[in-house]
């Protein structure tokens, strides 16, 4: 199942998005405007189709292998709602918010 991450556009994400179009072939990787109230840049949303839907916030190039343990988890939890958030690492505290399944 493919995941799309959505990185907002500007040089505060390049690296971050450059980091993660290494992750592999099922993630799909798009640029668009994202915002947040009282979100600390930089901010990437995660959702798959029929899936609940994500928001991360402070992100830098560092949390890759993070992110990568969070799409493992969000793949295996039911309809995409993680339940323990331990094995994401980091990404557990830069969650701003979910949005469930429509």
């Not at 995660?46 to 799409?71: C, S, V």
């Amino acid at each position: 199942m493919p995941v799309t991450l959505t990185l907002p556009p500007g040089p505060d994400a390049d690296a971050l998005a450059g980091v993660l179009r290494r992750l592999g072939p099922d993630i799909a990787l798009r640029r668009a405007a994202l915002r947040a109230r009282d979100a600390r840049p930089v901010l990437m949303a995660l959702q798959a189709p029929g899936r609940g839907a994500y928001l991360f916030h402070d992100l830098h190039p560092g949390d890759a292998a993070d992110i990568a343990a969070t799409i493992r988890a969000y793949l295996a939890a039911p309809d995409g709602w993680i339940m323990d958030a331990r094995p994401c690492g980091r990404l557990r505290f830069c969650l701003k918010l979910r949005i469930p399944v429509p």
